[in-house]
Nanobody, 121 residues
């Protein structure tokens, strides 16, 4: 079992930066790819970024490339999402996710509760 707790969300202005954190529990953290997803009001949840267990492989959705950076600290069991140049359309609840070990399939086993990010214009 893996429990995930997100933090770092908030209300910021257009162009600002935020760093989200996801604290994980459980013995399998370092073997699991981790990801960030988001759900904007009235929309489906969508993929934002993912990182392999070792941190060597990373992937991003097109709409965040160059603005968001995912990273992880396996010793502390934390995953980060550094967000810069935020736009009002980035407003959403951001979810941390733990995937099944392995990179290609990226099947999510566990979800966090989410943290709200609101970007005002």
């Amino acid at each position: 079992q893996v429990q995930l707790v997100e933090s770092g969300g908030g209300l910021v202005q257009d162009g600002a930066s935020l760093r989200l954190s996801c604290a994980a529990s459980g013995p399998t953290f370092s073997s699991r790819p981790m990801g960030w997803f988001r759900r904007a009001p009235g929309k489906e949840r969508e993929f934002v970024a993912r990182i392999s267990g070792s941190g060597d492989s990373i992937g991003y959705a097109e709409f965040v490339k160059g603005r968001f950076t995912i990273s992880r600290d396996n010793a502390k069991k934390v995953v980060f999402l550094q967000m810069s140049s935020l736009k009002p359309e980035d407003t959403a609840v951001y979810y941390c996710a733990a995937a099944r070990p392995g990179w290609s399939a990226f099947v999510i086993d566990f979800w966090g509760q989410g943290t709200q990010v609101t970007v005002s214009s």
